[in-house]
């Protein structure tokens, strides 16, 4: 990236960056929740969500990183909110518990994954900005861009397929129902 210039090539990196963060960090969450009756994957999937969501922050400087963060955000809301929409969330749940609801203990299991996740993509995110903005890493930034378009793009893909495929193997949800 030059003075202050941004070509095709940096832009769509930055809207890809961004589009990968929101994907990662919100719809990993329901992928979370169907995993969520293993306390070492509560554990260790935030931390790959954070570790994934730090590497696709990743830019030639400071400024592209900010600019991915800052536009992750809204994708990030779009992303949720088409999620919620579906209902997949309370749809598995019944599913994999038999009750429309989370009983309490699930309820804090999920809410300290989602903490975690919070946690982890922070602190992945600060080291992807750190790792941007030194100099002396600049020779590896071909390599982050490589991982960048290909496997985070699968994980991307493979994220939005399995729960395209929830939508559809997942009875629809009608309020009160129990499949005990």
């Known amino acids: 990236m030059g003075k202050g210039k941004m070509n095709r ?13 929101a994907l990662i960090t919100s719809l990993g969450l329901y992928i979370l929740c169907a995993l969520s009756y293993s306390v070492i994957l509560l554990c260790t999937i935030p931390v790959v969500i954070g570790a994934v969501a ?3 922050v990743i830019g030639r400087s400071g400024k592209e ?11 990030w809301l779009i992303a949720a909110t088409a999620a919620v929409k579906s209902q997949v969330n309370v749809r598995l749940v019944l599913q994999l518990t038999g009750y429309d609801d989370m009983t309490v203990g699930e309820g804090l299991e999920f809410m300290l994954a989602i903490l975690f996740v919070g946690f982890w993509s922070l602190v992945f995110m ?7 903005c030194h100099e002396k890493f600049r020779a590896r930034h071909r390599i982050v ?15 939005i397929a399995v729960l395209i495929a929830l939508n ?5 949800y009608r309020a009160g129902m129990h499949y005990t």
Not at 9 to 21: K, N, P, T, V
Not at 126 to 132: C, E, K, P, T, V
Not at 145 to 159: M, R, Y
């Open 145 to 159: 861009f490589i991982i960048q378009a290909v496997p985070i793009n699968i994980i991307c893909v493979g994220v």
């Open 54 to 56: 730090g590497v696709a």
């Open 9 to 21: 090539f940096d832009r769509g990196r930055i809207i890809m960056g961004a589009a990968q963060i």
């Open 65 to 75: 990183v900010l600019l991915k963060w800052t536009l992750s955000i809204p994708m």
């Open 168 to 172: 559809f193997v997942l009875p629809a």
């Open 126 to 132: 600060g080291a992807g900005d750190w790792f941007s």
